[in-house]
């Protein structure tokens, strides 16, 4: 039981410094793309945001004994995909990034948090805990509609 609760904390601290990575990439982009700045910027204080909602849903998993279950989930896939975001900041502070390769990274991203469910590996039928999960579900499938918009509005001819 005690490596549950472990691992649990485990994916949900993985997961905010995922979100704070991304931020960080944003608010990055925000001040090199200066001509998307409230775009970059909006996203950056919404990935801040839910890495204070994934900390609120730590402390109401762990904190009440709600029963829940983790279900199949990589730490090393969860690593990987925030070893790639690092890489991606690497990338822009060396300048080898453009404007359109950052909405495509972004959105591919965006898109893999999504297609991995990674904060789907923790289900809980604690209604606090499920309120929190599916407000920040939403708001990634928001991000990945909003950088889909976005791109087809600049580069109608280039988005897959």
Same mark, same amino acid.
């Given at each position: 039981?005690?490596?549950?609760? +472990?691992?649990?904390?485990?994916?949900?601290?993985?997961?905010?410094?995922?979100?704070?990575?991304? $931020?960080?990439?944003?608010?990055?982009?925000?001040?090199?793309?200066?001509?998307?700045?409230?775009?970059?910027? /909006?996203?950056?204080?919404?990935?801040?945001?839910? !890495?204070?909602?994934?900390?609120?849903?730590?402390?109401?998993?762990?904190?009440? @004994?709600?029963?829940?279950?983790? @279900?199949?989930? /990589?730490?090393? $896939?969860?690593?990987?995909?925030?070893? @790639?975001?690092?890489?991606?900041?690497?990338?822009?502070?060396?300048?080898? +990034?453009?404007?359109?390769?950052?909405?495509?990274? !972004?959105?591919?991203?965006?898109?893999? +948090?999504?297609?991995?469910?990674?904060?789907?590996?923790?289900?809980?039928? /604690?209604?606090?805990?499920? !309120?929190? +999960?599916?407000?920040?579900?939403?708001?990634?499938?928001?991000?990945?509609?909003?950088?889909? /918009?976005?791109?087809?509005?600049?580069?109608?001819?280039?988005?897959?």
């Amino acid at each position: 039981m005690e490596d549950m609760y +472990l691992k649990a904390g485990q994916i949900l601290d993985m997961l905010r410094e995922i979100e704070l990575i991304m $931020a960080e990439l944003y608010r990055r982009f925000s001040h090199i793309f200066v001509q998307d700045r409230v775009f970059w910027e /909006n996203l950056s204080q919404d990935e801040e945001r839910h !890495a204070v909602m994934v900390t609120e849903l730590k402390n109401t998993l762990l904190r009440n @004994g709600s029963p829940f279950e983790v @279900g199949k989930i /990589n730490l090393l $896939a969860l690593s990987t995909y925030r070893q @790639g975001i690092k890489s991606q900041l690497s990338r822009l502070q060396r300048g080898e +990034l453009e404007r359109q390769n950052a909405l495509f990274i !972004a959105r591919d991203f965006e898109k893999t +948090l999504i297609e991995h469910s990674f904060y789907e590996s923790i289900r809980s039928k /604690n209604p606090e805990y499920r !309120a929190i +999960l599916d407000k920040i579900l939403k708001e990634n499938e928001f991000h990945l509609q909003k950088l889909e /918009n976005y791109i087809k509005t600049l580069f109608p001819f280039t988005s897959k």
